[in-house]
């Protein structure tokens, strides 16, 4: 709640509690974040973000993962203004279709083909019926406590939801070979796919990378049955490998869906797959009425050979290795004790013996007083745009909130 009189953020989220149920829907909205966090933004530049009452952070979120060259890319957003002035909402695609189509299948190696939509969970939900299609099956295996989206399949609320939208999900723990081969003695002779997201990104816990065997046992399950291995790549997708983030363990999906990153901040989602699912994403009939959008698919070739021509993933993974080892000189130095879990390219933070976050919060709330944006229980992002001098800021500014924690 934001308890600061007078701001411009207040006054707008007054006027949006009248007209907006609970004042904004969704992940984003900030009533769940700490004290002092800004709803509204005035602009976002490069690794920084200034909210509507002037105050500039550098900005570690990265609207949850779509800014991945840094916000207003000139690159990205020079091919968006190009392709604006020649039509975006046309009676089809423009030519750049074929070209992001060809720049995909090129740099992902389980790649034969890929379509288009514009939220991840037109992807994930596009790759489980696709398998589904394929495989003339229903079941589909998903890890407990993943997010692959928001609608009834997959939502993580029960609002609105009945138990025959998802009648055939069945349940693993990620990382637990033997919860897998449960789960698919579950499903019998009518496995159509297996889902795993990147790693394991609960919020609110510490991440799991996954294990090599994991990887490997989800593959060699998929194969033997002729069920489809899902990567729910859109979180992670493009920070960790430009080829899909299982390539850093060589275990290849069959399909992935990837988004956020794609089109630095344009709305995109991308469904890749196999030859073998080839017939069957030809005969799922998938669309939108903005799925053909060229502005985003422009700005998305755009980003992915901006992406390639600096290592993304490289620069990613600098950056975060000098934030966690900064970040736990100084909790060790205000003797507070943190965990740092999951890819150093997607940093998440979170404080020992803190069940209900409250040190969590508070040191985000301070580190926010000193020009950092941070997340108590989610994982953050880190962006091309960000430099060392940035991090050493995010560090100055956690530094204050370790004093307040250690207090
Ligand atoms: N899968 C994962 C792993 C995600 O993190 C998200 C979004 N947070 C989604 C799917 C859904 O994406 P979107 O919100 O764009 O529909």
Excluded at 54 to 62: E, I, K, N, P, Y
Aim: charged content about 20%; proline content about 4%.
């Amino acid at each position: 709640m934001d308890t600061r009189v007078n701001s411009a953020d207040t006054a707008l989220r007054e006027r949006a509690r009248r007209v907006i149920p609970g004042g904004l829907w969704g992940h984003m909205n900030a009533d769940r974040l700490p004290e002092g966090y800004p709803q509204y933004f005035a602009r976002g530049e490069g690794c920084r973000l200034t909210d509507v009452d002037g105050r500039s952070f550098v900005d570690l979120m990265c609207a949850w993962g779509p800014i991945i060259l840094g916000h207003c890319h000139p690159v990205a957003e020079a091919a968006a203004r190009e392709q604006t002035a020649r039509g975006d909402c046309m009676n089809g695609p423009g030519p750049v279709l074929v070209d992001l189509a060809e720049t995909l299948v090129a740099m992902i190696p389980h790649a034969a083909w890929c379509q288009f939509g514009k939220n991840g969970t037109d992807a994930t939900t596009g790759c489980v019926t696709i398998a589904r299609a394929g495989t003339g099956r229903r079941k589909v295996l998903v890890a407990r406590g993943a997010y692959h989206g928001a609608v009834p399949w997959c939502s993580p609320s029960v609002a609105g939801v009945t138990a025959e939208d998802r009648a055939h999900l069945l349940h693993f723990n990620y990382n637990d070979v033997d919860s897998i081969d449960a789960a698919v003695e579950a499903a019998g002779g009518d496995l159509a796919a297996i889902v795993v997201s990147a790693f394991r990104h609960d919020m609110g816990v510490a991440q799991e990378m996954p294990s090599l065997a994991f990887a490997w046992h989800v593959r060699s399950v998929c194969d033997s049955t002729g069920a489809a291995l899902i990567l729910d790549d859109v979180r992670a997708g493009f920070r960790l490998h430009l080829g899909g983030s299982w390539e850093t363990l060589g275990v290849r999906p069959d399909l992935s869906a990837f988004s956020k990153a794609i089109g630095n901040g344009y709305a995109l989602a991308a469904v890749t797959g196999r030859e073998w699912l080839r017939d069957a994403a030809t005969q799922v009939f998938s669309t939108g009425s903005f799925w053909c959008g060229a502005v985003a698919m422009a700005a998305a070739v755009a980003t992915l050979g901006e992406l390639r021509r600096v290592d993304a993933p490289a620069v990613l993974l600098g950056l975060g290795e000098r934030l966690r080892e900064g970040l736990a000189e100084r909790a060790a130095f205000r003797r507070v004790r943190i965990s740092q879990s999951g890819p150093a390219a997607m940093p998440t933070v979170l404080f020992e013996d803190d069940p209900e976050w409250k040190k969590g919060y508070a040191f985000c709330a301070e580190a926010l007083r000193h020009g950092a944006y941070l997340h108590p229980k989610h994982n953050m992002f880190l962006s091309c745009a960000h430099t060392e001098a940035d991090i050493d800021v995010v560090l100055e500014a956690a530094d204050r909130g370790f004093q307040v924690v250690g207090r």
